[in-house]
Structure formats: C-alpha cells, structure tokens
C-alpha cells in the first residue's frame, strides 16, 4: 500500500516536472533559455509531434505565448535603443538637389538624411535617428563654428563648420546625463520632451517637458557649462505647476535675450481643449501659463514680457532693433506671426483665448458653446485692447521656428523674416518656409511661400556659410537652403 503511494506521488511528481519543462521548453525564441535546457527537456520536446505543442501552446499556453511575443518586442526596441544609444557618430547622406524658387530669387534646397546604419532600424524604421525618436523632432543651435543638434530624446551631437563647408554630415555624439537625469523610461515614453536649446557664454539651456512625478508636469530648463567631452546637466529653472496630462500646448522654445537675460515661451497647457488642465490662465499676468518670459540667468528670476499665447513655438529675438518676434498655433485657424516692439516696458497682451481669428475644434458641427463661454475667441485683437498678429492663418500652417535675417536674400531697407511650417498635409502653405518682407515699420509687404515638402521643426541663418539651416521631419533630415549661384 504505501509502496503504491509511493509511486503514485512519484508519477504525479514527474508529470508536474514534465509540464514545467515542457512549458520552459516551447520558448524556442528565447535563446539565454535554450542554453540551460537539460537533456530531458530536449527529449520531451522531440518526443511530443509539433502539432500537439501548437495546440498546447494556442490553448493552455496561449498566456506563454503573448508574453513570449512581448518579451521579443521589447528587446527589439532595447537592441535598437541601446545600439543607438551607444553610437557614438551619426552620419547625414546627401539627396538628390532640388531647385527653388522666393518670389524671383532662384534657390537650391539640399536635404542630408541619417545614414540607417542599424539593421533593425533599416527594417523597422526609416532612419537611425527615427529609431532613438523623434527622428524627427530635433533644434539646431549655432556656436563656436559648429552646428549642434539635438533630439527630442536629449541625444546632443555636432559638426564643425570645416565639415559643413565640405558637406561632410557626420555629427559626433556628446555625452551628457540627460538619461540618468530625466530618466530613461519617460524617455522612451514620449520621444520629444526636449522643446528647444539655447547655448550661449559657454552655457548651453536645455528646454523640455518635466515629469515631476505621476500626473505631474511643467516647463524646465536644465543647464550645464559648455563641454565637447561630457556636458552635466543640473535644474536650472522650471515654472512650478503641476499639470496633470502630459501637454500639448507647451511652448518650450529659448532665445537669446539682452542683459543676461534669456526668453523662453510657455503655452496654455492645452487649458481650453482639455477639461482636465486647471490653469485657463493666459490673460493672468501672475501665472507663467501662455506666455513668453525672460529669465535672468543669475537670480533665475523670471519676468513675462508677453502674455495671451496659446502655444509659441517659433522665437526670434531682433537685438539690433530690440524686437521680439514669435510664431503660435492657433486652435482650429487662427496660428499667428507677432511681432512685439517694446519687450522692455509692460507686458504686450496678444490676446488669447479672448481674441484669435480662430475657431474651437469641431466648429460649427460641434456644439462647443461652453468653450465659447470661457474662451470667446473675438476675431479683432485691437478693438479688445490686444495686439493684432503681424499675419494670421485660416487655416492653420502650424508655424514653427521663426527668423530674421538680410544677409541671405538682400533687399535694401527691409526687414525678412522666414516662418518654417509644419502641418500633416501639403495644403494652405503647411511644410513650407514663408518669406515675410516688411518694410521699415514692420508692415508686410510681401508673402512669399516655398514648399518644403517636409515639416520644417526648426531653422538657423549660419553667416559664415550663407546658408538657412533646418530640420525637417519625419525624415529626421537637415535641409540646407542657399542662393542659387547664377
Ligand atoms: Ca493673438
């Protein structure tokens, strides 16, 4: 009797084992696994006819096999993170030249694509810096005779002006501690929370979207002194809000300012789309929430030099004439181009979300009366007391980065702005780069558009070269703008 026992126990012991290993031994995929299976477990598995493993594993495995599936997708996106992590050069391929045209001036627009060096980032996706995300969202800053970049992600890197001359895309990667600094999985999570840098007295500003913990986000800019060996990065400045939605409307873009002194603009938060965003604070001189700042770089103490923006995205501090200008989304049309003359005296009111020539989304199909009540959206700026935008677009291009030069195309006795244009379609002048004469007093006299084909995210004027610079998405590409040489 108990010798029956015994080996009763003893059978159902070894059928407990066999289905443990048999279970271990269907992940096939998992190499670090197949290296300690014992002998027993090869032997089960030879012995069981695959079509029964393939019931076993779509029936009473199924659970096994989703998190096998998972497992193998989130080591692919490790591999591809830490390769890219870890590259330590990025390399732009020059396209096919295209030509252009500004009103009656004949341009060429080159575009240097990341080099897919990876093979899992030429097979999943389009480029190696797509693989680090954004790809695509990425700013360019100007220093020293060297063209810096960097990613949505925090990645830094450079060319030097020598490189440019010759064509030469091969940026070196900079080590920094953004990763460690920012952390890693919120990283991954959003792609694009760096919104901007600044790098000036060998100081470079790094804008973008804090995660101060759950359900908690606001505005930063963290800083470290200039370095092409390793670049510490410490907080240097945030808004002190707590929004609870990781936010669209956020501004982030930095500019040069006088006085020791840097811009930086803050959006509205999303504070009029989503109900969940507590502050409708745009026209409250007292909150930081759809403005545009200065901060002094010494006290870090912060002034707002203009308020009623919804989301600046393009900045552009004129210091020969002490002009501000700045570019915003509007919601449904209504996106601006403003130009602020007396950044010293009180803070301009451009008028959001009391004045836009735009419209709440979904209008007139939807019923967003309530909206209306909080935010009316008045068409005129002036006859409510605020300033009318320089331009204003129905429908919207989404104007991003903004500048001004009269180096590149000379016209005496005028001031040129350029607007770059992102957008998700081809119409009403979205992915182009808009020209904007004005005449002595800054009204417009010409608008000219050229098509980009691309979302134009950022743009720099590099004197030296005569050359606008830009970063075009989703390509993640440089696009590089001169005068056709007739
Ligand atoms: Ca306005």
Request: proline fraction near 3%; hydrophobic fraction near 35%; glycine fraction near 6%.
């Amino acid at each position: 009797m108990k010798n029956k026992k015994t080996i009763l126990i003893s059978v159902i012991g070894l059928l407990v084992i066999s289905f443990f290993s048999l279970y271990i031994s269907l992940d096939a995929m998992n190499a670090e696994r197949e290296k300690k299976d014992n002998y027993f477990n090869k032997t089960l598995k030879r012995i069981v006819p695959q079509n029964i493993k393939n019931y076993l594993r779509d029936t009473i495995f199924v659970f096994k096999k989703v998190s096998v599936l998972e497992q193998q997708l989130a080591d692919r996106d490790k591999q591809i993170w830490d390769l890219l992590n870890n590259q330590s050069f990025f390399e732009f391929k020059k396209n096919e030249i295209k030509n252009k045209k500004l009103n009656d001036v004949n341009l060429i627009l080159k575009t240097f694509t990341p080099f897919k060096r990876s093979e899992a980032a030429k097979k999943e996706l389009k480029n190696d810096l797509a693989a680090i995300g954004p790809g695509s969202r990425s700013y360019l800053s100007y220093y020293n005779q060297n063209l810096f970049l960097i990613t949505g992600t925090g990645i830094l890197m450079y060319a030097s002006l020598d490189n440019l001359k010759d064509e030469n895309f091969v940026f070196k990667r900079i080590e920094t501690n953004f990763m460690e600094l920012v952390d890693v999985d919120y990283i991954k999570e959003n792609k694009s929370l760096v919104r901007n840098f600044l790098i000036k007295n060998d100081k470079i500003y790094v804008s973008y979207i804090k995660k101060v913990k759950d359900e908690c986000f606001t505005s930063a800019i963290l800083v470290s002194t200039f370095s092409f060996d390793k670049m510490i990065f410490s907080e240097f400045f945030d808004i002190d809000i707590c929004e609870p939605i990781y936010p669209g409307n956020t501004g982030g873009n930095l500019s040069d300012f006088k006085d020791n002194k840097i811009l930086m603009t803050i959006g509205d938060y999303d504070s009029y789309e989503r109900i969940e965003q507590k502050h409708k604070k745009t026209q409250d001189i007292n909150s930081p929430i759809g403005k545009i700042i200065s901060i002094d770089e010494k006290t870090k103490e912060y002034k707002v030099v203009s308020l009623g923006h919804r989301n600046a995205q393009g900045l552009y501090y004129d210091k020969g004439n002490n002009v501000i200008f700045s570019t915003e989304h509007g919601p449904q049309g209504g996106d601006e181009v403003n130009i602020n003359t007396s950044p010293d005296g009180e803070a301009e009111n451009f008028g959001w979300a009391n004045s836009s020539y735009g419209e709440h989304y979904g209008f007139p199909e939807v019923d967003n009366s309530e909206e209306y009540k909080i935010a009316p959206l008045n068409k005129s700026h002036a006859n409510y007391g605020y300033i009318e935008p320089l331009k204003f677009f129905s429908p919207s291009i989404a104007p991003a980065q903004i500048i001004k030069t009269e180096k590149f195309i000379k016209l005496p006795n005028k001031n040129i702005i350029y607007v770059g244009a992102l957008g998700y379609t081809f119409e009403h002048g979205r992915r182009c780069i808009h020209q904007f004469i004005l005449d002595a007093d800054l009204k417009i006299e010409q608008h000219n558009i050229m098509p980009v084909g691309e979302r134009v995210r950022d743009m720099i004027y590099i004197e030296e070269l005569d050359k606008i610079f830009m970063i075009l998405e989703y390509s993640g590409s440089i696009g590089v703008l001169e005068v056709k040489k007739t």
